[in-house]
């Protein structure tokens, strides 16, 4: 009787910790990279194969950005002052405005400096470092390429070292593809990543496309190593000559 009255007492919190579990689970359904990469035995095709599959995803994610870096620069250098504040046109600006965090919506500069590209020499050595080339438990556990926390529970899962009165979460994303659109869109928006943004839009200044190895000597607000960290981007980049995929990018007209 005791145990049917606790069971009735506290059915909706033991129903809304069900669908919590239930829902952690569904997002990491597929996890990981295929399972023929873990399957590879020789170091320097093993890398390969990963600088590959990033690449992929790395750029149907800059085609994104460039499509709406695109359309926000043909409305901001049209007329704007006829802009109809309830057409499809005006909502799909201020819908990047609110995404890149935006302040003032009608100026282009802004927008330039936030909504655009990040090399993929920049991105893959990145995603190396901070996955353990892709075989790190944030992957195989989360589909979390590139070390994202968050503090909501209903999107993450404890890390295994978190320290005592933490509370930050490993965050879970549904697919690979999901992790890599985060990334993104964190270095395009976050303050933390100014240096970044400010860099990479001299670049753009100079007609430059952005340059991931330089960029990656702004990435000292992405670890708690600091300075090592940025050491340790620039010997990736430059060991796996990963400027190569910035050249095949940019090449390709993207």
Known sequence: MLLFKFLIKNSKKLFL?????????????????????????????????????????????????????????????????????????????????????????YTLQEYEKKVDIIPPSLALAQAALESGWGKSRFVSDANNIFGHWTYDPAFGIIPKKRDFGAKHFIRVFKSLQESVSAYMLNLNRNLAYKAFQETRFQQRIKNENPDGFKLSQTMLNYSGIAHEYLNLLKDIITINNLQNYDKRFYQSNY
Do not use: W
Not at 20 to 41: D, H, L, M, N, R
Not at 57 to 75: A, H, Q
């Open 17 to 105: 910790s069900f669908c919590f579990v239930t829902s952690i689970q569904t997002q990491i359904s597929a996890k990981g990279f295929p399972k023929e990469y873990y399957e590879i035995e020789d170091t320097n095709k093993a890398k390969e194969y990963f600088f590959e599959y990033m690449y992929k995803m790395v750029s149907y994610e800059n085609r994104l950005i460039k499509k709406e870096r695109l359309f926000v620069k043909d409305v901001l250098t049209s007329n704007i002052l006829n802009i109809d504040f309830d057409s499809p046109t005006f909502h799909k600006l201020l819908d990047i405005k609110q995404k890149y965090k935006i302040k003032n919506i």
